[in-house]
């Protein structure tokens, strides 16, 4: 049998919700992100609306050079909590028709529906019925692609975006592959297609005529690679992935700054953050890790592996402190300041067999804290500098 996968992308998801939320701004150029300050702001463009696509904005771009491709654009801050909750939403739908699930980010996801879509007529009408169900349940759209194997399955549904649907058959895997630029292939970046494009290859169906062992005197061990791509090879199953690797938090200053007290706040506040979703998540870490970008865009990451695990403020802010002061020197002046924890073990398994009371008390402290920013916001309290 035949397997068959779904990729399920939300549309332009950070942004859609604030739609769904404020209809307003339907219709609108949104851009969720930093605030662009007039075009002086010194952040990126997390994500944005189709209608602020039209004008070149995309994500990961500077938001000052959104601001010049758009100044009437609406700019929102993010509200992470929100675009947590509707997730949990969505992949809770996935659970629904299928066990077989692999997130990829927040809002994108492969499924293998290859044992349930008969319980719903079918992989194309269970891929209406799960577009149905975001729609009516969550208020987003979501484009689907369709296809027996995985990377063919995601191009089906960049292809089809927004609010789209394309199933490949197992047996038009080629046929529609064969049109495609190869930069639509895994592994393609920019080097190899212009090594492609040199030899006059720009399609997937150019590429597919090459022989596996051309490829491979071509490309070395990225051939065979290629060779499968290329005829719609792909082994790898979807595999539900619920390791979290590491968990952070990062800030970049609206100016270059060596004030330490200024730098150290904004630490305590990313320490604050990176703690609550480890406990979101259950987890514990045993490495610290600071981030720190200096004024020439110099980057360095410097790490400090604790005794025990944790995920309290308190003990990330302190180590992360302690890291930062060692490599500061005076006259640097700061532009990113990061803080990352992983090193996890199981959410399950305790560290030490001994009770510790003052742990027992933190995590009540923590736990309190968690529940009163759940209910009224992130600023809703704060710990004393």
């Known amino acids: 049998m035949a397997h068959m996968i779904l990729h399920v992308d939300l549309d332009a998801f950070f942004a859609a919700v604030e739609q769904r939320d404020n209809p307003q701004l339907r219709g609108k150029p949104v851009v969720v992100g930093a605030d662009p300050k007039g075009g002086k702001g010194r952040g990126v463009v997390s994500t944005c609306s189709y209608e602020a ?72 009408e269970t891929a209406k019925r799960l577009k149905e169900r975001i729609r009516k349940d969550v208020g987003l759209t979501a484009s689907v692609g369709i296809a027996p194997v995985k990377f063919v399955a995601k191009i089906a549904s960049d292809l089809s975006k927004p609010d789209g649907l394309i199933e490949v058959s197992a047996g038009g895997v080629e046929e529609f592959l064969n049109p495609l630029k190869i930069e639509r292939l895994w592994g393609v970046g920019p080097k190899t297609a212009e090594s492609l494009h040199r030899l006059g290859i720009t399609t997937i169906g150019q590429l597919a005529e090459l022989s596996r062992q051309d490829m491979h005197d071509r490309f070395g061990e990225s051939g065979e690679h290629f060779y499968n791509l290329s005829h719609g090879i792909d082994f790898r199953a979807v595999v539900e992935e619920t390791d979290i690797k590491s968990v952070s938090h990062e800030h970049t200053f609206e100016t270059d700054t060596a004030n330490q007290e200024e730098i150290l706040a904004v630490m305590l506040h990313l320490s604050e953050l990176v703690s609550r979703r480890l406990r979101k998540y259950s987890l514990k870490g045993k490495t610290v890790t600071v981030k720190i970008r200096l004024q020439g865009f110099e980057t360095y990451t410097r790490a400090v592996t604790l005794g025990e695990r944790t995920n309290f403020t308190d003990v990330i802010f302190a180590n992360s402190k302690k890291i930062f002061e060692k490599f500061f020197k005076h006259g640097m002046k700061i532009r990113l300041i990061g ?47």
């Open 53 to 124: 696509r039209k004008f070149g904005i995309h994500s990961a771009m500077p938001v000052s050079k959104a601001y010049q491709l758009c100044p009437h654009a609406i700019f929102i801050q993010p509200h992470f909590e929100k675009y947590s909750e509707a997730s949990r939403k969505v992949f809770k739908i996935f659970k629904d028709f299928t066990p077989h699930i692999q997130g990829l980010s927040i809002d994108e996801a492969f499924m293998d529906i290859t044992t349930s879509a008969h319980l719903f007529g079918g992989p194309l």
């Open 339 to 385: 803080v990352r924890v992983n090193h996890f073990a199981d959410a399950y398994v305790q560290d030490s067999l001994f009770s510790n009371p003052v742990d027992e008390r933190r995590e009540k402290i923590h736990l309190v804290v968690d529940k009163i920013k759940n209910k009224f916001g992130e600023d809703a309290i704060g710990r004393g500098k």
